[in-house]
Structures are given as structure tokens and as C-alpha cells.
């Protein structure tokens, strides 16, 4: 399960933008996530408790946004969801595509509660 690692990676960037930022705690992470990126949304949530755990990060929300497939129809100039229509072009039936979004995994936003000074 390759999700593991990726908690693990966007902990750690998550750790490193807080400490830039002077936080002393990290609130929420927003992340978007593909449709047709291959990560399982479950397991992200599963394994985000147990690797804050200790950290900066513990006891905050993580909330996992859906970014929708898109693809472009390279013989028709359709762009579509191939979620919705069974990969081939619902225009024309072709299956010439170049994929314009959805595969990726992004951290949208950090809330963060500040350090006091005095």
C-alpha cells in the first residue's frame, strides 16, 4: 500500500510549511485528490491519525476533495469525464484521449494556529 508513503510525505510537508509559518499547531489539511489518481481516499484517512500522531499535526482534520476526470477527445475535441461514460468518447466513440485532470494529489490548504509572541 503505497498510501502510507504518501501520508507520510505530505505530513512531512505539511510539518516543514507550518514551521516556516511560525505555527504552533496545524488546525486542517485540505487536500484534493484525483479521481484517476490510483489512491484509495480510505486508506489516506485511515493512516493520517497514526502518522500525526506525536506531531504538530495531531488531533487536526484532514478533509479529501475530489478533483474530477477530465480527459480531451483527441479525434472530435470533446473534453469529458471517462468516469461517466465508459473511457470512449461519448461524441464521437473514439478512444484517442490525452487526461487533463484527476490523476493528481495536491495539499489545497493549511490552517494553522499561530505562535503568540509576548
Do not use: W
Not at 511560525?22 to 486542517?28: E, Q, S, T
Request: aromatic share 6%; glycine share 10%; hydrophobic share 40%.
Amino acid at each position: 500500500m503505497h498510501e502510507m508513503g504518501i501520508v507520510v510525505s505530505f505530513v512531512k510537508m505539511t510539518e516543514e510549511y507550518a514551521a516556516k509559518n511560525n505555527a504552533k499547531k496545524v488546525l486542517k489539511v485540505v487536500l484534493q485528490l484525483g479521481e484517476i489518481s490510483g489512491i484509495e481516499a480510505r486508506y489516506l484517512t485511515e493512516f493520517y491519525p497514526v502518522v500525526v500522531e506525536g506531531t504538530m499535526l495531531e488531533g487536526s482534520q484532514l478533509v479529501i476533495e475530489t478533483i474530477a476526470a477530465s480527459v480531451f477527445c483527441t479525434d472530435c475535441a470533446t473534453t469529458y469525464n471517462p468516469m461517466r461514460s465508459d473511457l470512449k468518447c461519448p461524441t464521437c466513440g473514439g478512444e484517442h484521449c490525452d487526461i487533463i485532470d484527476g490523476r493528481g494529489l495536491f495539499i489545497k490548504e493549511i490552517g494553522i494556529e499561530e505562535k503568540t509572541h509576548g
